[in-house]
């Protein structure tokens, strides 16, 4: 079968960095995004990573290793506005999005 | 504002009634979604339509119908809602479907109660 699996849940404190991990098990792979859903509101789009490495946007970066099956968000300097679920969603081989239940980060000032 | 408009953003509905969620985007994406998302869980993809005229379905279509008769209005049915249908709808546009970085740019959700 196919899975995603992030932490339920994470906290860390204002002005800090934190990294959300995430492994999956895909049939295929076709690329890996993250988006952001703040409670209440639709998923907004992060990051795309297709090929291993880093990809920097700003205060936030994605990594990818497809040999491991593993990715991770790493969110920098961060601010109460962050606050909100991060949903690590791999591409299969069909070209189809896994969603998963994503991770809730909470920020504590 | 170029972007995905949703109506009802919500309604309680008896069971039993047909119920039609409207979707309409600006963008002039090719392919469209209906998800759903329920409580703890990831969203589920219900039907797709990868450009106007064609529609496929998702993960979970039973109960569902779609159309797409243009390029921006993607409306999904409830023929005849049950309790189990209750949930946060999302309708969501990408440029393509399939392979690419195909971003999905979401609507606001409606939040549908079926008692």
């Known amino acids: 079968g196919q899975n995603i699996d992030q932490p339920t849940e994470m906290t860390a404190t204002e002005g800090a960095i934190v990294q959300i991990n995430c492994t999956y098990q895909?049939?295929?792979?076709?690329?890996l995004f993250w988006y952001q859903q703040h409670a209440g509101e639709a998923p907004t789009f992060l990051s795309y990573?297709?090929l291993d490495g880093l990809e920097e946007k700003g205060r936030f970066s994605s990594f990818l290793s497809r040999s491991k099956g593993y990715s991770y968000l790493l969110l920098k300097e961060l601010q109460m506005k962050d606050s909100a679920s991060y949903l690590c969603?791999?591409?299969?081989?069909?070209?189809?999005?896994?969603w998963g239940a994503g991770t809730k980060l909470i920020i504590k000032p | 504002i170029a972007g995905i408009t949703q109506a009802p953003t919500s309604q309680i509905l008896a069971a039993g009634r047909r119920m039609t969620l409207r979707c309409t985007q600006d963008?002039?994406?090719?392919?469209m979604y209906w998800y759903r998302q329920d409580l703890g869980l990831g969203l589920r993809l219900i039907h797709y339509?990868?450009?106007?005229?064609?529609?496929g379905k998702g993960e979970v279509p039973d109960g569902y119908s779609v159309s797409r008769a243009n390029t921006d209005d993607f409306p999904l049915t409830l023929a005849s809602a049950v309790p189990s249908q209750t949930s946060v709808y999302f309708c969501?546009?990408?440029?393509?479907?399939?392979?690419?970085?195909?971003?999905?740019?979401f609507g606001a959700g409606s939040r549908l109660t079926v008692l």
């Open positions: 339509s990868n450009t106007a005229g064609t529609t």
């Open positions: 990573n297709v």
């Open positions: 969501a546009s990408s440029p393509e479907g399939g392979a690419g970085a195909n971003v999905l740019t």
């Open positions: 963008m002039r994406h090719n392919a």
């Open positions: 895909t049939s295929g792979f076709n690329g």
């Open positions: 969603v791999p591409k299969d081989g069909n070209y189809q999005l896994i």
